[in-house]
RNA sequence: GCGGGCGUGAUGGAAUGGUAGACAUACCGGACUUAAAAUCCGGAGGCCGUAGGCCGUGGGGGUUCAAGUCCCCCCGCCCGCACCA
């Protein structure tokens, strides 16, 4: 039979136009079957999408389409996370302004997203940088002010000299500026802070709750969150009269190990020291002359400084020097250690380079006390304590009690040498940023009356439009009247805040917005308690810590503010893996090519990529994540314009597990796109049968409910991938099937390719829809409901079991589901197989795993 | 440096501790065609081979009747590290 091939650009946006018009897909707050809100990560609006943003919001279209099916109130939204440095990148460079280079980007992403086909409520649409949105993110930052929530501290930033502005630490390249080239600098700036530390624990104890969160993701979570149960203990100065030095400790056990003390070249007694100590002085400002990031900090090389001064052992009589060192952070505990070099890592490496002593205190259990070293490498394993006086023999664990209790009972100046303490890794989050593209922070400073908020009524401050960027820094800063406003409380003349907010807010929160996007106030509390949480959230693992828990924060902050009443925000979270592609240069990572400018001949290590354009090789680089600086981003419009929506989605769905990161092959979409042609192909000689009325046992029937079950739950599970290969496997057996020629089955025929199409609806919905339309139907294929699956025809009367002799596969046998463990082991020993192996012999064991597994044991 | 993850045929991958390689892509052979494309049918982890074996999930060791899966060590790659989003 010839028929036309299936032309994805006619039919996907013509049911685009009839899913629209129909208003499918949007949602309505007050429909009272059970609701199901999922959500996709928000996009930065770059330009244009990529095949890494079509796998994440397929996915979320698929749960979306399944969920609505099974007779849900779906909400699936979509904004845009527009804030942030590409807009004043490109104002810089290309002479935009970042309202006019964002809004133009977000329309061109919309239309992408559109020939997507996706089933998403378009009413909903935000951006972070609409006045509207940002008006709100203000109330809810004097609602923090108002709580305590937000608060100014002192902090320090990387601040490049040349150009006289605040970098960011993707901007630091090996300690210097990217654009100036400049050593960066460490200066210290007063800045607005959340303080996240406050939730810590409640943070830390909501991961128990997330059973449908990844592990992966909890466990990153609970370490970033980093409790810790530990000492802080007070060291009494030789021979000066500072105040004791404080430290904190995980490891109070290993306290006899000491060989020194340390600080943070942050820290006030290092200040202090500096302030007539040049050699210190210089220290310090060398230690100052890298990004504020900890990577910089703990990778590059220890250093210390001596400062002469000494403290006193608590528990001995001896002293410990004390040193200023570069890898001590001043955001961790007191800024402050006891160096330990036995038994941690760092403290070793900085004790052999500056020839310190070095004492092991705990001794592996195989190991003996008497010729046990330390030379290159600590021990943090378990063991006993010794060389500790009074702790040897000990456990760690008792061994911290008892020095806790020691030094809590001692007194040093009136007060204990000691104390037991809680500690988290934490820091809280500072979200001032000195840049234009951002939501300003509302607070006036006059010299009289201090930082005040701005009041309610005069919301929103807005972003002005007249700047420029002639010249780096921010522009709010140095707008000559946009800052000027009057004091709220004494109506002299003051000025505005010009910092703006880390983009991390505004994504910190947008997942509430959009169960009332249009609200006068940040949320309408009923609402939002009625959709939250989000019961599927979908996004990249590179977001396991940051946003994730900044979001976390802000439903707990949000919800202390009257905003809604969840503490969290996603019940479910899936998190995906990237899509990576060779990347093409010309041998020097200079210049990078576009794969559509290349053809490529040969296989393997022969293949060689050569420029269409003047047949020049290139040099076949990496394959790593899709960059536009390295041009191996592959657009879907070409995908889409050439295979249709429905292709790029199948493909990107089938095959890679989710959670994996892809690489992206043309020859993959090919083939997805021969299926679509398959299916087109199959509904046309489904069509064409005449009706009967086949038996309902067929097999065919069975085999399309077991598919069914089995993919419903795979799509459950997100495991795309496996319901994808069911399609394949069902789609097969109707092929089959048909190619019998038998018009008695047509029935079941018809049938099961009825459950394929809906099976495949959420995935391909285009497809699904214009064959369920070619077989007569007058309704959409979107709009009904999932096939109801016959438990009865979903387990089989006879099963095959495997047999292992020696735990290898030798035989099978087919025994009645119902047969007994005695049955099954009598027919398994009479198969002539282990009468073989067995050769006369019993066996020495026999393993009947029922309905699994027989091993025979020789 | 620290924290987290991943590693299976030519390729993407499948496999509640229970038949390793489902399903797909690429490839090879056949049918159809003047020819090609498309389509349909068949083949296929490697090695030896008549039967039938042996080896095989990054490498090494271990637990188990049974290990891709659990434990220990190592190698490689990826993500995050608080101002990229």
């Known amino acids: 039979m010839q028929t036309e091939r299936y032309n994805p650009q006619i039919t996907e946006p013509n049911w685009q136009k009839v899913w629209t018009e129909r208003d499918l897909f949007t949602t309505d707050n007050n429909d009272p079957r059970e609701k199901y809100y999922v959500l996709e990560m928000f996009p930065y609006p770059s330009g244009r999408i990529h095949v890494g943003h079509v796998r994440n919001y397929a996915m979320g279209d698929v749960v979306a389409r399944f969920k609505r099916a099974k007779g849900f109130n779906v909400l699936h939204p979509m904004g845009w996370d527009a804030f942030g440095m590409p807009a004043e990148n490109a104002a810089m460079k290309n002479k935009v302004h970042p309202k006019g280079w964002t809004y133009d980007n977000i329309a061109a992403m919309r239309s992408q997203l559109k020939s997507m086909g996706l089933s998403l409520d378009w009413q909903r649409e935000f951006a972070t940088c609409d006045v509207a949105y940002y008006h709100q993110q203000q109330k809810l930052f004097l609602d923090f002010l108002k709580e305590g929530i937000a608060y100014r501290k002192k902090s320090k930033v990387n601040w490049d000299p040349v150009d006289q502005t605040v970098l960011a630490n993707e901007q630091v390249i090996d300690g210097k500026g990217w654009r100036s080239g400049a050593d960066v600098e460490q200066r210290e700036l007063t800045q607005w802070f959340f303080k996240i530390s406050d939730y810590s624990d409640d943070l830390l104890n909501g991961l128990e709750g997330l059973d449908r969160w990844p592990d992966k993701v909890r466990l990153m979570q609970k370490n970033w969150i980093g409790k810790s149960e530990g000492m802080s203990v007070r060291f009494a100065f030789e021979d000066t009269d500072h105040d004791p030095l404080e430290i904190f400790t995980t490891r109070q056990d290993t306290l006899f190990g000491a060989s020194f003390m340390a600080l943070s070249p942050d820290h006030p007694l290092t200040q202090q020291l500096a302030a007539d100590n040049a050699g210190l002085a210089a220290f310090v400002a060398e230690c100052r002359k890298h990004g504020t990031s900890v990577v910089a900090v703990e990778t590059a090389e220890k250093q ?15 002293t410990l020097p004390v040193y200023v060192a570069n890898f001590v952070l001043m955001d961790y505990g007191t800024g402050a250690i006891f160096g330990c070099p036995a038994h941690d890592q760092r403290d070793l490496d900085f004790a052999n380079k500056y020839k310190l ?10 190991a003996d006390a008497a010729d046990f070293s330390i030379a290159t490498e600590a021990y943090t394993g378990p063991g006993k304590i010794f060389n500790s006086d009074f702790l040897d023999g000990m456990t760690i664990e008792d061994a911290k009690q008892t020095i806790a209790e020691r030094l809590e009972s001692t007194q040093l100046n009136g007060e204990p040498q000691g104390t037991r303490q809680i500690n988290y890794r934490l820091r809280d989050w500072g979200i001032s940023r000195q840049r234009y593209w951002g939501c300003p922070i509302p607070i006036i400073h006059c010299d009289d009356c201090g930082p005040l908020p701005v009041p309610e009524e005069q919301l929103p401050v807005e972003l002005p439009d007249d700047i420029d960027f002639d010249t780096p820094g921010n522009p709010l800063d140095r707008h000559v009247t946009w800052k000027q406003t009057t004091c709220p409380n004494c109506s002299k003349s003051a000025t505005r805040e010009t910092d703006t907010m880390d983009t991390f807010v505004d994504s910190s929160w947008y997942f509430a917005r959009f169960t009332a996007p249009k609200s006068d106030n940040p949320t309408e509390p009923k609402a939002a308690d009625s959709w939250l949480p989000v019961n599927q959230y979908i996004g990249g693992v590179e977001h396991a810590i940051l946003h994730l828990l900044y979001s976390r924060f802000f439903a707990r902050a949000m919800s202390q503010c009257g905003h809604m009443s969840i503490d969290e925000p996603f019940e479910g979270l899936f998190t995906q893996g990237m899509v990576v592609h060779e990347a093409y240069h010309d041998g020097q990572e200079r210049t ?27 040099t076949i680089g990496k394959i790593e994540k899709m960059s536009k600086s390295k041009r191996n981003t592959v657009d879907p419009d ?15 769905l089938s095959d890679s597990p989710p959670e994996r990161d892809v690489i992206w092959t043309d020859a993959g979409v090919e083939g997805a796109h021969r299926f679509v042609q398959r299916v087109w192909r199959l509904v046309q000689e489904v069509a064409a049968l005449e009706d009967s009325k086949s038996p309902h046992d067929h097999a065919l029937t069975a085999a399309a409910h077991k598919a069914l079950h089995s993919i419903e739950a795979d799509i459950e599970g997100l495991r795309f991938n496996r319901a994808v ?29 009825e459950m394929l199409l809906h099976a495949m609806a959420p995935m391909m919905p285009h497809l699904a829809e214009e064959c369920w339309t070619h077989l007569g139907h007058s309704d959409l294929i979107a709009s009904r409901p999932w096939p109801k699956v016959d438990e009865a025809l979903l387990s089989e009367d006879t099963i095959i079991l495997p047999i292992q002799i020696n735990g290898k596969r030798r035989a099978e046998i087919s025994v009645s589901k119902e047969a007994s463990k005695q049955e099954v082991e009598e027919a398994v020993l009479a198969m002539p197989a282990v009468q073989k192996a067995l050769d006369g012999a019993t066996p020495k064991k026999l393993i009947v795993v029922p309905g699994r597994i027989v091993n025979v044991v020789v």
């Not at 002593?357 to 195989?366: C, I, Q």
């Not at 394949?728 to 029935?747: F, H």
């Open 592 to 618: 990078w090519y576009s794969p559509i400018e290349l053809r490529f001949e040969g296989e393997g290590a022969d293949r060689k990529a050569f420029l269409i354009e003047n047949g020049q090789e290139v």
């Open 357 to 366: 002593s070095v004492t092991p205190v705990v001794l592996p259990t195989d």
């Open 638 to 652: 070409d995908i889409i314009k050439t295979y249709g929506a429905d292709t790029a989605r199948w493909f990107v």
């Open 725 to 753: 290969a069911q399609i394949y496997e069902l789609t097969n057996a109707v092929s089959a099937q048909l190619s019998k020629n038998n018009n008695a089955d047509s029935g079941a025929v018809r049938n099961a390719f």
């Open 304 to 318: 210390g400084f001596d400062t002469g001064l000494r403290v006193k052992h608590p528990l001995q009589d001896r």
